[in-house]
């Protein structure tokens, strides 16, 4: 792909909803695959109360769409205003308290754990059944839409093509306090090809700092798993 080709793809433009300012794509198909789309907002007809605590709306009383969920409440269960970046906002939207947990444990993804996963960490990389591994640079690309491998090779796989994502440990029991990150296991899409094509990453060792590294971009990529996955059940 061209950088000019590439730029267009990634151009955003500013756009105002009910909701508040958004920067989105200029295309909707080259989004982040971790992006959410607005709900609808319930019919203000069809929410004389508010949707938590009851509460009837009046002329004191008044009404509140949570940005996040699009059900009604009044300004006490909905006075949060929290960023929403997997909905593109500019500035914090107003949310409701259940909505707003939720907002608060992504803002750490895209503060921390986003970072990590875009500057990448070294692995060693075996594709499908083979039993040639590769030293390779693993990393997110700039748009969050590819997981990008260079080596020797160099690969590109498309986020929203991965189908299965497991963090492999080592230590008993397994997934407990004691076990440690040591990989991972993908399975993906390719078009044109039948069938999913595996993917396994196995943590490098040649150093503390890198084996550190490397701990850290697998528990990034686990959290964005869990939100590519929340994505797609929306």
């Known amino acids: 792909m061209s950088s000019e080709v590439a730029a267009r793809h990634d151009a955003k433009k500013l756009v105002r909803s009910p909701s508040g300012l958004r920067m989105v794509p200029e295309h909707r198909a080259f989004g982040s695959p971790f992006g959410l789309e607005e709900p609808q907002w319930v019919p203000d007809k069809e929410c004389p109360r508010c949707m938590q605590c009851d509460a009837k709306f009046d002329f004191l009383t008044r009404k ?27 500035d914090p939207v107003r949310q409701c308290a259940a909505c707003a947990l939720v907002s608060h444990r992504e803002a750490e993804f895209y503060d921390k754990q986003l970072k990590v996963l875009l500057d990448g960490a070294t692995f060693l990389v075996t594709f499908g059944n083979s039993e ?25 796989i498309e986020i929203s093509h991965i189908a ?71």
């Open 64 to 90: 509140h769409h949570c940005r996040r969920c699009g059900k009604c409440f009044c300004d006490k269960c909905c006075r949060q205003k929290v960023p929403l970046r997997r909905m593109c906002f500019v």
């Open 132 to 156: 040639r591994s590769e030293a390779m640079v693993c990393r997110l690309s700039s748009n969050q839409r590819y997981l990008l491998l260079d080596g020797d090779s160099r690969h590109e």
């Open 164 to 234: 299965t994502v497991q963090i492999l440990t080592e230590g008993f029991p397994p997934g407990g306090s004691n076990a440690r990150a040591t990989g991972m296991s993908l399975q993906y899409t390719t078009p044109g090809a039948e069938g999913m094509t595996q993917l396994k990453l196995t943590a490098w060792e040649d150093a503390n700092a890198s084996k550190r590294q490397s701990t850290a971009w697998l528990a990034a990529m686990h959290k964005a798993a869990k939100l590519l996955y929340e994505s797609r059940d929306q």
